[in-house]
């Protein structure tokens, strides 16, 4: 491929090299493999389910580590627009109907004044309309209401981030999902009577976030008693991926330059690479509740931390001893809890101290799942790696061979589901950092059809943030409680008992 000097100058900005834009044309002519798969994960075959008295146990271990001055960092990737929250109501606006008539648009219109934004909603079209919510609402001028939430001249929740919207009211005032997770973040993640909390936000969102927490902090720090250790970061333009036309050549501009872009959640590995933490526990922005049924979630994060401080603790005296060298009995202990508590079974019969250190030496997380209630997104899976061992991996739909039926099968009847519910530990036993990206899988990037103004184009996605970008990691599954899982997907969500 040529670049022109143009291109070359968009690629500095960027810090792209020019061998990383042909690694990835050839990708998209060569596509990713499908990963080879053992089975879907299960309990007693992959994933834990720790009775009452474990669940204890884990949390108190949780609560040891934390006392002993350890730093804890929530990292929160918050960098979505709002935009396919509202897919829904946009149709409306554009629709050749002006009454709800869909039975998503009747429940809205039916449930408005349970939403946390009522009150600015209402205040908007006071200061629009000249009228509030309910009065337009009984002339029949619905779009008037709908126009006011989405457009950028009133509310703009059409834009905003979903970490910017207020999804759950309290006596004092209507929260934000990013609020709520400063206040999860004092009540698990904060040791030393420090919480410290790392948001990803896209460049254009960054100083509303920032506007906020200085508007919030101090409520919060008063209430919870808590310092606050509140940091952003932004994708990367480096991490920006080519797009391509249908045949495979770079798909430009109208003015000619070469369009890029973003990798996907996959490229927060180089951000969480960046976070100087022990412990970084992973949420998702949108998957919050209000504090009344918190205690659970609470209870549940603590102990899928003590389940990974207690393994990583095993996993750094077994590496000590390596180091100085193991008799055949040690061996095969070490050997029996990399394979058993670990998940990850070897390849062929060759399991000597070179094979273990590896396995043992590399970062650990340990996911919540959940019993698959049919919600979309990816599932624990036991996987073939590169290397031909078998271990645990969070799986997309986008990754299985479609034509492959016993694959399908397993799939489809799997048990459980990724609520993105992590809880990671990213130093070795030397206490030194690990060089996340080294652990990344590349053969598992995907490949989309996208457009841009009209025309078709192929999309490059980056090995998922918990996917192939963690492929190489140490993996524990364990479940938890269907109620520590409330994604708000669309605005209706909001409407559900748990966001009430």
Known sequence: MMLSQQDLKQLAQKGITEQQISVQLDEFKTGFPFLKLEAAASIGNGIVAPNEQERKQFVDAWNAYKAEGKRVVKFVPASGAASRMFKDMFAFLDADYDVPTTAFEKNYFDNIEKFAFFDALDAMCQKNEGKGVKALMAEGNYKAVVANMLKPEAMNYGQLPKGMLLFHQYPEGARTPMEEHLVEGALYAASNGEANVHFTVSHEHMQFFQQKVTDKRDMYEKKFGVKYDISFSEQKPSTDTIAANPDNTPFRNSDGSLLFRPGGHGALIENLNEIDADVIFIKNIDNVVPDRLKPETVEWKQVIAGVLVTLQKKAFEYLKELEKGVDDARLKEIADFVEKCLCCAPAGNKVDA???????????????????????????????????????????????????????????????????????????????????????????????????????????????????????????????????????????????????
């Open 354 to 500: 070179d094979y273990l250190k590896k396995k043992l030496n590399r970062p650990m997380r340990v996911c919540g799942v959940v019993k698959n209630v049919g919600e979309p997104g990816g599932g624990p899976f036991l996987t073939y790696n590169q290397d031909g061992t078998i271990s645990l991996q969070i799986l997309e739909s986008s990754q299985i061979d479609k034509n492959n039926e016993e694959y399908m099968k397993m799939f489809t009847q799997g048990t459980h589901f990724n609520p993105v519910d992590l809880v990671c530990a990213v130093k070795d036993y030397k206490g030194q950092p690990f060089d996340l990206p080294k652990f990344v899988d590349k053969s598992t990037g995907f490949i989309s059809s996208k457009s841009k103004s009209g025309k078709e184009l192929k999309a490059l996605e980056l090995p998922g943030l918990w996917n192939g970008a963690m492929s190489d990691w140490s993996t524990v599954f364990v479940e938890v409680p269907l109620a520590t899982f409330n994604p708000v997907k669309t605005v209706n969500d909001l409407l559900r008992e748990q966001h009430q």
